[in-house]
């Protein structure tokens, strides 16, 4: 079975720090891109970013040069470095994991607020 446990979630004033990490347990290898989405009140989930097993990252537009994606396949752990904290990236945070399409695996999130 698997399970992605993510932690770091909290409160943070705007340009504030914060780094998530997420926790998979099961089938889980570096086989699966892993990746951060995040979905804010009334808005739908969007991708934050995402890494493949050998390092290679992708990051959507708000996140760049702010937010720094890594991994440890190792340890079957994904984080995520949030800089800059900006009141907009107020939103619950989603570890995701996927080998295909239809082979896709979600955390239960973290929330994430930033205060101006």
């Known amino acids: 079975q698997v399970q992605l446990v993510e932690s770091g979630g909290g409160l943070v004033q705007s340009g504030g720090s914060l780094r998530l990490s997420c926790a998979a347990s099961?089938?889980?290898?570096?086989?699966?891109?892993m990746g951060w989405y995040r979905q804010a009140p009334g808005k739908q989930r969007e991708l934050v970013a995402t890494?493949?097993?050998?390092?290679?990252?992708n990051y959507a537009d708000s996140a760049k040069g702010r937010f720094t994606i890594s991994r440890d396949n190792a340890k079957n752990t994904v984080s995520l470095q949030m800089n800059n904290l900006k009141p907009e990236d107020t939103a619950v945070f989603y570890c995701n994991a996927q080998r295909f399409i239809w082979l896709v695996y979600w955390g239960q999130g973290t929330q994430v607020t930033v205060s101006s």
């Open positions: 099961g089938i889980i290898s570096s086989n699966y891109v």
């Open positions: 890494i493949t097993g050998d390092g290679n990252t």
